[in-house]
């Protein structure tokens, strides 16, 4: 069975900062993988998503992640976070070829003014 | 389109009482999903249905909740009876089943109270 894990659950950090979500998951086939975002009082949302081709992918509001594989990881990067990144940031991964998407625990991100 | 609409938005009960959540899917995604949001295990699959049929059941916590699609408009998550360890958020979510540009909708969620 898939799952997912997220390490950090709590992040504090100041603006301008560096950011990096450590995501991991367990399957042993080909998986899609996904970072979902909830913004205060709005609906969670696709970030970025990994299907196939290059392991850098780049998604909205200047995030990108990374695919290693060997290492089964998924990790969030931001190089400068801006106050409006505050939210909290979901690690999602479906077997190629389903749709049955799980998702880690979360990780609630606060960036100080 | 409106999006996944869920209702309602609140819902308060006493332990034992039941509990009916609902969902409207984005027209044409035949993939619907029931989550449900705890500060301890995060967003939890509880079923997906695709095309209104079942395909995955195994996160129904027990035999206490239940799911349905009776079309492919409408889905209901039923709680009986309640009991306060089930105070949650349930979020509904669909997708087109488009394997090559695959992501979910989320509606706004259902904050459930169970005293």
């Known amino acids: 069975a898939q799952s997912v894990s997220q390490h950090n659950h709590h992040v504090i950090l100041s603006e301008a900062a560096s950011l990096e979500l450590g995501c991991n998951y367990s399957?042993?086939?080909?998986?899609?993988l996904f970072w979902y975002v909830q913004y205060p009082g709005q609906h969670l949302q696709l970030l970025l998503k990994?299907?196939?081709?290059?392991?850098l992918v780049k998604g909205i509001k200047g995030f990108e992640a990374e695919f290693i594989k060997s290492k089964f990881s998924f990790n969030l990067r931001k190089p400068s976070v801006q106050w409006s990144d505050t939210a909290e940031y979901f690690c999602?991964?479906?077997?190629?070829?389903?749709?049955?998407?799980?998702f880690g625990t979360g990780t609630r991100l606060k960036v100080l003014a | 389109d409106a999006g996944v609409i869920q209702s309602p938005r609140h819902e308060v009960t006493e332990m034992g009482q039941e509990v009916t959540l609902r969902c409207k899917p984005i027209?044409?995604?035949?993939?619907l999903f029931w989550y449900r949001q705890t500060m301890m295990r995060g967003l939890e699959l509880l079923i997906y249905?695709?095309?209104?049929?079942?395909?995955?059941d195994s996160g129904m916590p027990e035999d206490r909740f239940s799911a349905k699609m009776p079309n492919a408009s409408f889905s209901t998550l039923k709680i009986q009876p309640s009991e306060p360890r089930d105070s949650a958020v349930y979020f509904c979510?669909?997708?087109?089943?488009?394997?090559?540009?695959?992501?979910?909708?989320f509606g706004s969620g259902t904050q459930l109270s169970v005293l």
């Open positions: 027209s044409g995604h035949d993939y």
């Open positions: 979510a669909s997708s087109l089943g488009d394997s090559t540009n695959e992501k979910l909708f």
């Open positions: 990994y299907f196939s081709g290059d392991p």
């Open positions: 249905f695709n095309n209104n049929v079942p395909i995955d």
């Open positions: 399957y042993g086939g080909t998986v899609n």
């Open positions: 999602a991964v479906n077997a190629r070829g389903t749709y049955k998407y799980i």
